[in-house]
């Protein structure tokens, strides 16, 4: 392994770093994290391609990258074939719906975007002698037995409950990744995120972070699911796209977890929005959803030793960011309805 080499020359501006001329596909690019990844890649000299078919995404998330001659965008759906002209360096397999209320509207199209899109990815990657780094998640560790979570956890999912079509989309992925990397000998990286935040997020996609600023800021009380209790860990998204740039120039084939191990309970969590936000309302307790994970913790050891690698920046310092992001949104964006979703195919 040549990790530490890599990670050396990270720090220092290697040669891996900014290699113009070097062209990158980024799906799901106009996304929350695709369009993060194609900033990071543009800022480092790549020429990127972008593609997304817009299902969850938006193209303001990446107009402000259209003027840029090293930035191109193709409007496709990855879950068809996926043809891209002239050759390829990386491949970064982004596009999936990943919010519970995205994913419970469209289960067929999440199911195939992880199989199907995952699928033509890879022959992509094996096409063109590109190296492929595919986005997983804390999910595929499900509710979790084990915590924190390590990558050897198998974890705990229900394949026919209502998250199972994200949770095994995501568990195929990276079964197919790694299929391509011992059969075909693709050069694959399979990350595992955890909860990520930041701007450009949508302040209606059911998470808990954008749900709570958005009803601070509307002036609603802040719906906390079951007594609370249950904790999630927050990534701020800087640290993330780091984490993913690092990873995707190692030489490590095997899943690594990139998160923030700061826990916090979702009641605790609240109570900080509404310091932060200095809302007069209160906190309101619902019924929990099916299958909703009591604890999320990454267990970052592998990322800090392999990418040396961990987050920079706290949840103090991070919320104070996203929540001056949505607070500037127009405030037709404060009453906007979750996406509704014209094919269900
Ligand atoms: N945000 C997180 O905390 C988190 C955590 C774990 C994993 N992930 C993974 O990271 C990736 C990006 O997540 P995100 O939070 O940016 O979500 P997002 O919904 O903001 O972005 C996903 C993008 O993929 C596009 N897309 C979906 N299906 C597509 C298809 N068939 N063809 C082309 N484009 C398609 C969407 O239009 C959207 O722009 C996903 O694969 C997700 O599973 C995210």
Redesign the pocket.
Known sequence: MNNEKNNESLESGSPLRGRRGQRVLI?????????HLCDRFIKEGYHVIG????????LK?IEHLFKQKEFEFYH????KFIHVPGPLDYIL???????PI?YLKIPI??L??GSL?THNCLGLALAKKARILV?????VYGDPLVHPQNEEYWGNVNPVGPRGV?DEA?RFQEAMTMAYHTFHGVETRII??????GP???LN?G?ALPAFIGQALRGEDLTVFGDGSQTRSF?YVDDLIEGIYRLLLSDYAQPVNVGNPDEISLKDFAEEIIKLTGTAQKIVYKELPKDDPKQRQPDITKAKAILNWQPKVSRAEGLKITYEYFKNLPKEELHKLPKEFESRK
Do not use: W
């Open positions: 799906t799901g690019a106009a996304g929350f994290l695709g369009s593609m997304d078919n817009l299902i969850t995404g938006d998330n496709h759906d990855v879950s397999h982004f596009a999936s719906p990943a919010s995205d199209q999440t195939k975007v899109g986005a997983s998640t804390s999910e994200y995501k595992r995120i955890f909860n990520t935040y450009r997020m949508r996609d998470r990534c």
